[in-house]
C-alpha cells in the first residue's frame, strides 16, 4: 500500500508537507499541492479515511434511509441527491428500513459509528428512543414524512391538499361512491392523505358512507392488487377510486388490466405520482405529480449549508411542496368516457 512517506521520499519533501498538501492546508503553495496530487495519483495513494475519523473528523458520507428503493420516488430522489453531493465533495449512502424501526436502529447505529457527516431520512412510525438520540447528535433532516422527535427541519409535500383535489376533482365529475386505498394513519402522510380525502367528500356535500377508505402497507404492490380486487367485488363497488402511494398505484394498474376493467367506464382513477408509464397506461392515467427534484434540491441544499456551520444553528425549517393533479383519461363521470384532449 502507498503510503505519504512513499510520496515524500519520491518528491524530496517532507512526509508532514505531503499530508498538509492533500489535506489542502493553506500553509502549502498551489505549486506542491499540485506536485503532491500528481504523484498520489500516479502512484496509486488511497488517503487513510478511517484514520482521520479515529482522529474525530467525520466522514464526507451522506446517508439517505428510506423504506423501499422499489419506490421510484426514493430511487429518483436518491439519484437526485447523489448528484447534488457529489458537486460539493460529498458521498451519498443508502440505507433501507422496510419501515421496520428495528432496521431502521441498526443503520442509524451503525451511520454514527462511521461518523457519517449528515442523515437525511424517511423516518418510522414510530422511531426508537435511541435512534432519536443518535440523530440528535449528527446534522439531519426529514424528508416526505414528519416525526416530532427527530427535530423541525422537514421536506415534504401538502399531502392534505394534494389528496383533496383528487378526490374534488372525482367528485365534480359527478362520482357519490369514491374510494381511497392508501397508508395507514400511523405514519403521518397516511393520515394527512387521508384527510384530504375525507375533507374533498364533505366539501361536496357528500355524505360520510360515500367514501370506502381501505389502508394498508404503502409500499406494498400485492397488497394494492388485493385491495382493489375486494373493492370491485363490494355489492355497492366503487365508480371512483383515489391512490396514496406510487406502489399501491402500480398494483391497482396491473389488476385492473389483468382484469380487463374498463377505465374511465367501469371505474375512474386517480394515482399518486407520475411514472414514466403512467401517461400511456390505458387511457393515460390522471395522476398527482410529485415534484421529486426540487425537493432532492432543497434538501441538498439545506444539508450542505447546515454542514458548512457551526453545530447548534439547526432552527426550525419547513419547507412544504406542492402535489399538481395531471389529468388524463382515466377519470369521467361516472359509467361515462373521459373527454377528448381537444375538448
Known amino acids: 500500500m502507498i503510503t505519504t512517506r512513499d510520496i515524500a521520499e519520491r518528491l524530496g519533501i517532507s512526509v508532514s ?3 498538509r498538501a492533500l489535506a489542502d492546508d493553506a ?3 498551489e505549486e506542491t499541492k499540485f506536485r503532491v496530487r500528481q504523484a498520489a495519483s500516479e502512484m496509486g495513494y488511497v488517503g487513510n479515511r ?4 479515529m482522529r474525530g473528523a467525520s466522514s464526507n458520507v451522506v446517508a439517505l434511509v428510506i423504506p423501499d428503493i422499489r419506490n421510484s420516488f426514493y430511487s429518483t430522489i436518491a439519484h437526485e441527491l447523489s448528484k447534488n453531493m457529489e458537486a460539493e465533495g460529498f458521498q451519498l449512502m443508502l440505507s433501507e428500513t422496510d419501515d421496520d424501526r428495528m432496521v431502521e436502529l441498526r443503520h442509524l447505529r451503525e451511520l454514527s459509528a462511521n461518523r457519517v457527516a449528515g442523515v437525511i431520512i424517511v423516518p418510522t412510525a414510530r422511531p426508537h428512543n435511541e435512534s432519536v438520540k443518535l440523530l440528535r447528535a449528527l446534522p439531519h433532516l426529514q424528508l416526505l414524512r414528519r416525526h416530532p422527535s427527530l427535530g423541525a427541519q422537514w421536506f415534504g409535500v ?3 391538499e394534494a389528496l383533496r383535489q ?5 367528485v365534480t365529475l359527478g ?4 374510494a381511497y386505498l392508501g397508508g395507514p394513519e400511523e405514519l403521518p402522510t397516511g393520515t394527512e392523505r387521508l384527510r384530504g380525502f375525507r375533507t374533498a367528500l364533505q366539501e361536496g356535500g357528500l355524505p360520510v358512507d360515500a367514501g370506502r377508505a381501505v389502508l394498508g402497507p404503502p409500499s406494498s404492490v400485492h397488497h394494492g392488487r388485493e385491495a382493489v380486487r375486494r373493492l370491485l367485488r363490494e355489492p355497492a363497488a366503487p365508480t371512483g377510486l383515489v391512490l396514496g402511494s406510487i406502489q399501491l398505484t402500480l398494483g391497482v394498474l396491473e389488476e385492473l388490466s389483468a382484469q380487463g376493467v374498463e377505465v374511465p367506464g367501469d371505474l375512474s382513477v386517480v ?4 411514472e414514466p408509464g403512467f401517461s400511456w397506461w390505458g387511457p393515460g392515467l390522471t395522476t398527482i405529480g410529485l415534484p421529486i427534484q426540487e ?4 434538501c441538498a441544499l439545506w444539508l450542505l449549508r447546515r454542514l458548512k456551520t457551526k453545530a447548534g444553528n439547526d432552527g426550525p425549517y419547513t419547507s412544504v411542496s406542492p402535489g399538481s393533479l395531471v389529468l388524463r383519461g382515466s377519470t369521467a363521470p361516472p359509467g361515462g368516457r373521459a373527454p377528448s384532449p381537444t375538448g
Not at 295 to 298: I, S
Open 17 to 19: 508537507t505531503v499530508g
Open 27 to 29: 500553509r502549502i503553495s
Open 50 to 53: 478511517a484514520a482521520r475519523m
Open 158 to 160: 401538502d399531502d392534505h
Open 166 to 170: 383528487a378526490t374534488a376533482h372525482l
Open 175 to 178: 362520482h357519490t361512491r369514491v
Open 271 to 274: 394515482g399518486f405520482g407520475d
Open 295 to 298: 425537493m432532492a434540491t432543497g
